[in-house]
């Protein structure tokens, strides 16, 4: 009976309202008070109650969201786009393996006329090295002879030093080289792989 009188009082306090409006807002604030309005209430500290003319509650609105709720959101719209690009990527990728290779003794062609190209600049790397070494040699054999000279000696110190900055030179090609073989051997590998996965029955199948 004291329910039934309670929602007559609700109902009797929405009656200004509902003779100018078709809905009706109501939601407790942060102290807990009961707030009724003919439009969404912003001071509202939880979900809005929606009601019809006759108080029937027809659904329940979401509070904004707060600050942190929307950075979040935020982050959460970023990271979709990100996995968007990423996926869309991945199709064109797979697209392109499909298209370039036929079988994987082309992966096979492909990987070693790469890696031969990183091991013939190594070759020639080496090869300087080798000249430029021998070149020093030379160069200090003729030290004893220049001792006391200081023109002659001066000039093959310089010399010494160039040799030494050319042969460290070339020594960091060659280290750029073998990394740049090595990764193109791990880029082949990848493809290697994804190539067995596409060109599987179940995944050619998608």
């Known amino acids: 009976m004291k329910y039934k009188t309670a929602i007559s009082i609700g109902l009797l306090?929405?009656?200004?309202?509902?003779?100018?409006?078709?809905k009706i807002y109501m939601c407790k604030d942060a102290a807990g008070k009961t707030l009724t309005s003919d439009r969404p209430i912003p001071e509202c500290s939880g979900n809005i109650k929606e009601l019809d003319k006759q108080g029937i509650v027809r659904r329940e609105i979401k509070p904004p969201p707060t600050a942190a709720e929307k950075e979040q959101m935020k982050k959460e719209e970023e990271q979709k786009k990100a996995d968007d690009l990423a996926a869309a990527e991945?199709?064109?990728?797979?697209?392109?393996?499909?298209?370039?290779?036929?079988?994987?003794?082309?992966?096979?062609?492909?990987?070693?006329?790469?890696?031969?190209?990183?091991?013939?600049?190594?070759?020639?790397?080496?090869?300087?090295?080798?000249?430029?070494?021998?070149?020093?040699?030379?160069?200090?054999?003729?030290?004893?002879?220049?001792?006391?000279?200081?023109?002659?000696?001066?000039?093959?110190?310089?010399?010494?030093?160039?040799?030494?900055?050319?042969?460290?030179?070339?020594?960091?090609?060659?280290?750029?080289?073998?990394?740049?073989?090595?990764?193109?051997?791990?880029?082949?590998?990848?493809?290697l792989k994804r190539y067995r996965e596409l060109t599987t029955a179940p995944a050619a199948a998608k």
């Open 13 to 22: 306090a929405l009656a200004p309202l509902t003779v100018h409006a078709q």
């Open 90 to 191: 991945r199709k064109r990728n797979d697209k392109a393996i499909l298209s370039r290779f036929r079988n994987e003794e082309d992966i096979a062609v492909a990987r070693k006329r790469n890696v031969d190209l990183m091991q013939d600049q190594i070759k020639r790397e080496n090869t300087a090295i080798a000249n430029l070494e021998k070149k020093r040699k030379d160069v200090e054999a003729q030290m004893p002879a220049a001792k006391g000279k200081k023109n002659v000696e001066a000039a093959l110190n310089k010399s010494i030093e160039e040799i030494d900055a050319a042969i460290k030179d070339s020594k960091k090609r060659v280290q750029d080289y073998e990394a740049e073989a090595a990764q193109i051997n791990a880029n082949y590998d990848q493809t």
